[in-house]
């Protein structure tokens, strides 16, 4: 290898290896934006339920109760709407950083093929190779285990309790029919936020370059 090679190789690694600590510092931080949306989603609605206790409470579970769940049951589940969307978007975001992180990995073992078998991560810059590095087989059940995955299934509740309170409080319509409506409620929901989120999944799969695939 002539010198001017090996000159342009360390300035290579010396650029992605800055890169590599971007990326790093990027997942850190869409996984904090995560977090900290997903505790303000569900701190939110726990203060709502107890609002709702000294609402209950104070109103005999009258009119005012159930006109109070009304407008605070849509309310909540808007929000919950939005954090899952925005959480599901870090979400792939720290994924997509996770791929480019591989990817440079791949380079170290292709400058020094001797390291390869010191790397405990993946190497290789697809779904798979990303989800491996943290020790994740891939499969549909594991949308439901994401932080965007455990927000629907919470909003989907709110849905279901809404449409209860709703036919049953306000329209007096008898308390079986009303868990059914209810229950229907939830697994639309879920259905709705699963579809969307696999659909995403399925777009950032479709539009990303795979370079190094397993």
């Known amino acids: 290898?002539?010198?001017?090679?090996?000159?342009?190789?360390?300035?290579?690694v010396q650029c992605l290896t800055t890169e590599h600590f971007t990326l790093q510092t990027a997942r850190s931080a869409a996984i904090m934006e995560s977090n900290g949306r997903a505790s303000l989603f569900l701190s939110t609605v726990s203060s709502a339920f107890?609002?709702?206790?000294?609402?209950?409470?104070m109103s005999e579970l009258g009119e005012a109760f159930f006109a109070f769940?009304?407008?605070?049951f849509p309310t909540l589940y808007f929000l919950g709407v939005a954090t899952f969307v925005r959480v599901l978007q870090t979400g792939i975001e720290d994924m997509i950083y996770a791929r480019g992180i591989n990817r440079i990995r791949h380079f170290y073992t292709e400058v020094a093929p001797e390291i390869k078998k010191?790397?405990?991560?993946?190497?290789?810059?697809d779904m798979a190779g990303a989800l491996k590095s943290v020790g994740i087989t891939p499969s549909?059940?594991?949308?439901v285990l994401t932080s965007s995955g455990m927000i629907a299934v919470i909003n989907s509740v709110l849905a279901g309790v809404c449409i209860g309170i709703l036919l049953n409080g306000t329209l007096r319509v008898k308390l079986w029919l009303?868990?059914?409506?209810?229950v229907v409620a939830f697994l639309i929901s879920s259905v709705v936020h699963y579809r969307y989120q696999a659909r995403k999944?399925?777009?950032?799969?479709a539009n990303s370059e795979v370079l190094f695939p397993s």
């Open 1 to 12: 290898m002539s010198e001017k090679t090996e000159e342009a190789q360390a300035h290579a």
């Open 50 to 57: 107890v609002a709702m206790a000294f609402i209950g409470q």
């Open 69 to 72: 769940c009304l407008v605070l």
């Open 118 to 125: 010191y790397l405990m991560l993946s190497v290789h810059d």
């Open 140 to 143: 549909h059940f594991q949308t």
């Open 178 to 182: 009303a868990v059914i409506a209810a």
């Open 201 to 205: 999944w399925a777009e950032v799969e």
